[in-house]
């Protein structure tokens, strides 16, 4: 028998605060897409920076910063707790907003 995966809860702050279940690990873009969260993207593969949001509660929960999120983000803005959707996978609730364009 196959062991369940863990769900965790993934809040989307700046879209009214729609909150959704999503596993345990799961890609934070991937995740507004498939339950249409409203972080903006373009490339979804790190180049473009147009996916940068900011982790308001949870950043504890999301995984290393990669070197394509070095390209768009300072030391400063990880500290602040910003990160690339597109390049953050998340291992417990979060909840995340974004500057609306």
Same mark, same amino acid.
């Given at each position: ?13 700046t879209? +009214?605060?729609?909150?959704?279940? @999503? &596993? $345990?690990?799961?890609?934070l873009?991937?995740?507004? *897409? ?18 940068r949001?900011?982790? +308001?509660?949870?950043?504890?929960? @999301? &995984? $290393? ?7 768009? *983000? ?28």
């Amino acid at each position: 028998m196959e062991a369940a995966v863990e769900r965790i809860t993934v809040t989307f702050a700046t879209n +009214d605060n729609k909150a959704v279940q @999503a &596993d $345990k690990g799961a890609n934070l873009l991937r995740v507004s *897409l498939r339950e249409k969260g409203g972080i903006p993207f373009k490339c979804g593969g790190g180049l473009c920076g147009t996916c940068r949001c900011h982790i +308001d509660a949870g950043l504890e929960h @999301a &995984d $290393k910063v990669k070197p394509k999120e070095l390209k768009h *983000l300072t030391q400063e803005d990880l500290d602040a707790g910003y990160r690339m959707a597109c390049q953050t996978f998340v291992n417990g609730d979060v909840t995340v907003s974004w500057v609306r364009k």
